[in-house]
């Protein structure tokens, strides 16, 4: 069974930084890619950053050069660090990881007052 475990989402101002980790149960290469999603009220679930198992990574257009995915592969654990957060940031962050499935954190709030 696969357990992904988010944490770091808090309240923050515009500007500020904040870090999210996912730490899974085992080894993070039984995973094709690891990533972070995020859904705000009322919208629904997007991409925002993954890493592939070649340490490759993916960011959506609205977040290049503001937030940055690393892993920590001794301790199964995947990082989002998130800078100049703004406003339209504030959402339901969700750490997934993908093999031959699709496993779900279970959410991390992040807001970011303006």
């Known amino acids: 069974q696969v357990q992904l475990v988010e944490s770091g989402g808090g309240l923050v101002q515009a500007g500020g930084s904040l870090r999210l980790s996912c730490a899974a149960s085992?080894?993070?290469?039984?995973?094709?890619?690891m990533g972070w999603y995020r859904q705000a009220p009322g919208k629904q679930r997007e991409l925002v950053a993954l890493?592939?198992?070649?340490?490759?990574?993916k960011y959506a257009d609205s977040v290049k050069g503001r937030f940055t995915i690393s892993r920590d592969i001794p301790k199964n654990t995947v990082y989002l660090q998130m800078n100049s957060l703004k406003p339209e940031d504030t959402a339901v962050y969700y750490c997934?990881?993908?093999?031959?499935?699709?496993?779900w954190g279970q959410g991390t709030q992040v807001t970011v007052s303006s």
């Open positions: 997934h990881a993908k093999n031959w499935y699709d496993y």
């Open positions: 085992g080894s993070i290469f039984r995973f094709n890619a």
């Open positions: 890493i592939y198992s070649d340490g490759n990574t």
